[in-house]
């Protein structure tokens, strides 16, 4: 992507439909560390990932007036999570734009969930300094709402599930296994094995540990609740 204003100005208007007073900062939400440039995404992921949960929060708090704060936070951590927010960037077509260094670009960085989902998020923090709170609303509820409103019921993570389940079969607690770590540092993959003693075991993939292990639970108790 060319550096010159007029283009970045363009690039960021149809990608977030806001035209930019400085560019420059945007071009920053852009670049991964591998690109070489002094300034990378890194401290504007860190301000969007809080914009975001901020204004994901605001919404769920005022959508679901009778649900508890657990619940609340069940919605919340999955709205805000990784593979969310590259579903966004993928929806935008963000990845032709990100600037990457050969390394990563070799690596598969432009299909990345982690970097996909950093550069939605130093996106956010980008517009949120760029314009303020309700151009980022605006932004983060254009792209948010379908999965905000796609369940009724505020969803329970797959390990308290299973947890729960072995609970009432009086089985022992689910434990976890890192199986395999692969890629590279900013493109992880890590395997990991969920088991239930004396019930089963299953396998799950993610771009984190937790993303994994999340996976992993999941699997296993599709299986069990398959056979009771």
Known sequence: MSSSQPSV???????TG????DPALFIEALTHGSHGDRADYQRLEFLGDRVLGLIIA????HRFPRESEGALAARLNGLVSRASCAEV???????PHMRLGKQARDDGG???DNILGDVIEALIGA?????????ARSFVMQHWEEQIGATKAAPKHPKSALMEWAAAQRKKPPSYDVLHRAGPDH???FT???SVPNAGEAEGEGTSKAEAEAAAAAALLARLETRS
Not at 58 to 61: C, E, G, I, N
């Open 89 to 95: 960037a993928r929806a935008i077509g963000i990845a």
């Open 9 to 15: 100005a363009g690039v960021i208007e149809a990608l």
């Open 18 to 21: 806001h035209r930019p007073a």
């Open 58 to 61: 605001d919404a769920l708090y």
């Open 187 to 189: 493109a992880p993959r």
């Open 110 to 112: 432009r299909e990345s």
């Open 192 to 194: 990991v094995r969920a």
């Open 127 to 135: 517009l949120f300094l760029d314009a303020g709170l309700d151009a």
